[in-house]
């Protein structure tokens, strides 16, 4: 389990003092695939590099099961970072050394005979795909490939922690999608906590089962993705999640004669349905659809849709009907 507590982050400049970090606190299970997203400048990267210790906080601790890594001394810390390994946006391999060598570095690093080392990143260039590459050098490889090799380095001294640091921005959408199956498959096969840093929507759907959303610094929401995309609570969830949605609250706070009511989708199979045209003909209620933003994670929907209702009354039959519908949350939007 990683325990972050109170963790705060301070840089000193030309132009003063600049806050990273402010008393962020954060539990991660084990096993877990946990996104931290955030805009630029939020805090992302410099958090997880106070994760392992790259960067001291100024204040606050991290806790991995139960030791406090801020208190070890420089020996003590470079064999926790055995267990804590991290892959990057640029792959940061070595380009004079073969694929094979890149892998072998942190065990030789670590002190593993030649034989023995060269044994095991056989074994992990076969576990991310690219046997076949074992004599290539990184400058003849994709980028996808190379982050690939970054991985089963990453894995050459069997951590507990996996820290990804924008790890696929530099990749195209199909490359990316690889990508992240192949972390799914490590996590799942060999129990190893991900940690996902990243400001891709998209990626935090498509893998991670909890996120943390940063913002200037500080945790604004945290929780499972499910249930943080269905209906965020915070602006900077809200200019992240639904940005159309955000834009269209801004429209509606003038429009006249109408109740505006929010229908969020918590998972719901009925947001592939005509759920507005089946009220309308079993209800006689009619509904102007101002705005829509839906996404699918795994085989469920999830996402919002703002409707006008003409009437108290007819607002009133609505959010009933509506509420009757499994995994479907129905609230009025105050002018």
Do not use: W
């Amino acid at each position: 389990m990683i325990e972050i507590k109170n963790l705060s982050k301070a840089f000193q400049t030309a132009d003063g003092t600049v806050e990273a970090l402010k008393n962020v606190s954060l539990t991660i299970n084990d096993g877990d695939i946990y996104g931290i997203i955030g805009m630029s400048g939020a805090g992302k990267s410099t958090l997880v590099r106070c994760i392992n210790m790259l960067e001291r906080p100024t204040q606050g601790s991290v806790l991995i099961d139960g030791c406090d890594i801020g208190s070890l001394n420089g020996a003590q810390l470079r064999e926790k970072r055995r267990n804590i390994t991290m892959i990057f946006q640029g792959f940061n391999l070595l380009m004079q050394r073969t694929c094979l060598k890149n892998v072998c570095f942190p065990l030789e690093l670590a002190g593993v005979g030649k034989h023995e080392a060269k044994a095991r990143a056989y074994e992990l260039l076969e576990t991310v795909g690219l046997p076949d590459k074992a004599n290539a050098y990184p400058a003849q490889l994709s980028g996808g490939q190379q982050q690939r090799i970054a991985i089963a380095r990453a894995l050459a001294t069997n951590p507990k922690v996996l820290l990804c640091d924008e790890a696929t921005s530099a990749l195209d959408p199909n490359t990316t999608h690889s990508i992240l199956g192949l972390i799914k498959d490590i996590n799942e096969k060999l129990g190893i906590t991900v940690i996902i840093i990243t400001h891709q929507m998209s990626v935090v759907e498509e893998i991670c089962g909890k996120v943390a959303i940063l913002d200037g610094g500080s945790v604004v929401e945290e929780g499972a993705v499910s249930e943080v995309f269905s209906a965020p609570k915070s602006d900077a969830a809200k200019r992240l999640v639904f940005p159309e949605s955000c834009e269209a609250d801004e429209i509606i706070t003038h429009t006249k004669g109408e109740k505006v009511i929010r229908v969020v989708f918590n998972g719901a199979k009925a947001a592939s349905t005509p759920l507005i045209s089946k009220m309308a003909m079993e209800k006689n209620i009619t509904a102007n659809i101002m705005a829509a933003s839906t996404k699918s994670i795994g085989d469920k929907a999830y996402g919002n849709m703002l409707l006008g209702i003409s009437g108290e009354e007819q607002m009133k039959q609505a959010v009933e009907y509506l509420r009757s519908v499994p995994d479907i949350i129905v609230e009025e939007v105050e002018d």
